[in-house]
Nanobody
Framework: QVQLVESGGGLVQAGGSLRLSCSAS???????MAWFRQAPGKEREFVSA????????YYADSVKGRFTISRDNAKNTVYLQMNSLISEDTALYYC???????????????????WGQGTQVTVST
């Protein structure tokens, strides 16, 4: 399992943008990757996922059209570009990865995959 480290979180005004990065300790070319988030008092929720080669991307309805996931396998890094941020986006954002044979889709769960420690995103109004 690779180790994942998130970065790029911070405090931003509503309407602003942030780009999160997830750096892996090893090669991620065989890993489907995803972002999750957990707001205070709420359960962790899916945000976005990307297939091994980047051909397929998936988004929660709440972020569709505002967030973009991407990956650079040569750098073993996954990104989450977040635009038009709103207060409801305030949460601890986690990167997750799972070894996945299918290169064009993503797994249903990352529970037995690798997880980072999270990076805090706070959107002020």
């Amino acid at each position: 399992q690779v180790q994942l480290v998130e970065s790029g979180g911070g405090l931003v005004q509503a309407g602003g943008s942030l780009r999160l990065s997830c750096s892996a300790s090893g090669r991620i070319s065989w890993y489907a990757m995803a972002w999750f988030r957990q707001a205070p008092g709420k359960e962790r929720e899916f945000v976005s996922a990307i297939s091994r080669g980047g051909e397929s991307t998936y988004y929660a309805d709440s972020v569709k059209g505002r967030f973009t996931i991407s990956r650079d396998n040569a750098k073993n890094t996954v990104y989450l570009q977040m635009n038009s941020l709103i207060s409801e986006d305030t949460a601890l954002y986690y990167c997750a990865g799972k070894y996945f044979a299918n290169s064009y889709s993503v797994p249903n769960t990352y529970e037995n995959g690798s997880w980072g420690q999270g990076t805090q995103v706070t959107v002020s109004t």
